[in-house]
């Protein structure tokens, strides 16, 4: 729903990444296109760089030509910006304060350009990533290198305006992922049904670290008068609150960024009763500019989330 609002002029809608390599089930899927269409999440890298960046995906050019085009284009704004300057001083108020609205329209249109061409400004083209069919190439040291280069996907894609809005999966909820290159050799679904709480906390704090990474270069593109970070709603979740019991009660959800300015941080909210989970779907959703009053299963939605916005 947010991609078919805010993804019309991109040129990818959305991006559905994963970090494993995930077997085809309703655990593994995120993201949906519609009622029973799940978007399969991408887990080569190599396969992510090639939708973002090579000749096909940037209309069949490559970067010289790119380079060519934009400055070509560049030329022509430039002449509007000489005529803009030479018309402005003759003009009335009212005429004055409609030209100007172009004259920005023009100018947006020349910061999209520059966004457009691999390595210009906060859109530098990434290096081509490494060739790793799956983590079994590499093995469990490898999975963060894989977290990694999925988050630097990530932050490229939204810098250069390729795409929106993104998904990002690290593993299969029971795919048992081991952690030995942080001291947690341990087997993730298994250790926590087992009891094993000091690894799991281990590899929990590990993920948090990972999201920290994410926001941290987030914050280093800027834009404007803010980051990427402050224009972006990052929504970070895990499958349960207590992964022993399956319990779904006393989710912990974190909201990340401020959306533009359309969400307060800092904040700690707890609400009680059985406030519907969908409630924070819609506000998300309206955050985002997307007009909702419900979402998903009408049964589970009462409207948006009160006190968040």
């Known amino acids: 729903m947010i991609a078919e609002q805010i993804g019309a002029t991109t040129a990818l809608k959305s991006l559905e990444l994963s970090v494993s390599k995930l077997p085809v089930s309703v655990w593994t899927r995120l993201a949906y296109a519609g009622d029973n269409e799940p978007i399969p999440p991408e887990h080569d890298a190599q396969k992510v760089f090639a939708r973002l960046f090579t000749a096909d995906a940037m209309g069949g050019m490559n970067d010289a030509a790119l380079a060519t085009l934009k400055a070509q284009r560049k030329s022509v704004l430039d ?8 018309l402005s001083k003759r003009l009335g108020t009212d005429d004055r304060k409609r030209i100007d609205q172009h004259f920005n329209a023009i100018r947006e249109i020349e910061t999209r350009l520059d966004l457009a061409v691999p390595g210009a400004g906060a859109c530098a083209k990434p290096a081509q990533p ?3 069919d799956s983590l079994d190439a590499i093995g469990d040291a490898g999975y963060p290198l894989m977290g990694k280069l999925m988050m630097d996907l990530m932050v490229t894609a939204l810098s250069c305006d390729r795409t929106r809005v993104i998904t990002l999966l690290w593993e299969h909820a029971a795919e048992n992922q081991r952690f030995p290159f942080i001291g947690a050799d341990v087997e993730h679904h298994e250790a926590i049904h087992n009891g094993q709480f000091a690894p799991v906390q281990t590899i929990l704090t590990w993920f948090t ?5 994410l926001l941290s270069k987030m914050k280093e593109v800027k834009e404007g008068d803010g980051t990427l970070l402050d224009n972006t709603l990052i929504f970070s979740t895990s499958e349960q609150s207590n992964g022993t019991t399956h319990r779904h009660d006393n989710m912990p959800y974190l909201l990340l960024g401020k959306a533009g300015g359309a969400l307060k ?3 700690w909210l707890r609400y009680s009763g059985n406030e519907p989970h969908n409630n924070l779907l819609v506000s998300m959703l309206n955050l985002l500019g997307v007009e909702a009053k419900t979402f998903g299963k009408p049964d589970w939605c009462t409207g948006q989330l009160s006190g968040l916005v």
């Open 265 to 267: 941080t800092k904040r």
């Open 209 to 213: 670290e990972q999201q920290a990474y």
């Open 130 to 132: 490494p060739t790793y």
């Open 79 to 86: 002449a509007v910006a000489d005529d803009y300057s030479s």
